[in-house]
């Protein structure tokens, strides 16, 4: 190879090197609006701030949606209509005070508005052991922990 050749080879691999840099920097500009939209957890809050006046909501632990808990003595399922209620099975004599709801296998949160079976999931996992968030995908009613007591 001549030094000529050489040259020409060096300018190339610096022709190329540049634009890989360009299309990575482009690429990242394409990627970042879409990994912001892709955040679960931001677009349910930003649809449910637009429509807070459309859609039915509660705030706080005093208005979770009605539970359905395991019993951990005969396995029968335990529906707790109110967070303050005592956890009573309906078919052992096992009962529960309120506070031991973390201590449960929590089945399903119910629609308060329409009795259907919510989507549920937590925001902070290391921080709280209860669900943070409900949405019933029916009639869009959705319930946020926000403060928990
Ligand atoms: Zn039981
Ligand atoms: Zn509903």
């Known amino acids: 190879m001549t030094d000529d050749a050489g040259d020409r080879v060096a300018t190339l691999r610096r022709a190329l090197t540049r634009g890989v840099d360009l299309v990575t920097r482009i690429g990242e500009r394409l990627v970042a609006p879409l990994r912001t939209a ?6 349910r809050l930003s649809s449910v701030e637009t429509h807070t006046t459309t859609i039915d909501g509660d705030t706080g632990w005093g208005h979770r949606p009605p539970a359905t808990v395991r019993c951990p003595e005969c396995a029968a399922e335990i529906l707790q209509a109110d967070a303050r209620d005592p956890i009573d099975c309906p078919a052992c004599a096992a009962e529960f005070q309120s506070d031991r709801f973390t201590d449960l296998e929590l089945l399903t949160l119910t629609c308060p508005v329409c009795r259907t079976p919510m989507q549920h999931g937590r925001r902070h996992p290391h921080t709280f052991d209860v669900p943070e968030w409900a949405t019933c995908g029916n009639c869009q009613y959705h319930w946020e922990l926000k403060h928990f007591y």
């Open 38 to 43: 892709d955040d679960p957890n931001a677009f």
